[in-house]
């Protein structure tokens, strides 16, 4: 599946995006103290919970604004080279 470095990411991401430990391990229904050890390295991120923090990055408003959408694969223009 994932990197580790990849879920890692993915889950300072979707910390970033919920603004708190608190409201992440809600998200994520993980308790707290688990949260830390997972967001500070000190425990692998189950695929599960990496599945579900890509789930709340890709449905949250905010997290949408942080990354422009790419046009769509259908209607885009075939590339011209220059």
């Given at each position: 599946?994932?990197?580790?470095?990849?879920?890692?990411?993915?889950?300072?991401?979707?910390?970033?995006?919920?603004?708190?430990?608190?409201?992440?391990?809600?998200?994520?229904?993980l308790?707290?103290?688990?949260l830390?050890q997972?967001?500070?390295?000190?425990k692998a991120?189950?695929?599960?919970?990496?599945?579900?923090?890509?789930?709340f990055?890709?449905?949250?408003?905010?997290?949408?604004?942080?990354?422009?959408?790419?046009?769509e694969?259908?209607g885009?223009?075939?590339?011209?080279?220059?």
């Amino acid at each position: 599946m994932a990197s580790e470095q990849l879920k890692r990411r993915a889950l300072h991401r979707a910390f970033y995006v919920a603004g708190t430990r608190e409201a992440l391990a809600r998200v994520l229904r993980l308790p707290a103290p688990e949260l830390v050890q997972l967001l500070g390295g000190k425990k692998a991120i189950p695929n599960a919970v990496f599945l579900s923090t890509v789930e709340f990055i890709l449905g949250h408003p905010e997290a949408a604004q942080l990354h422009p959408r790419m046009p769509e694969v259908e209607g885009a223009e075939p590339a011209v080279p220059h």
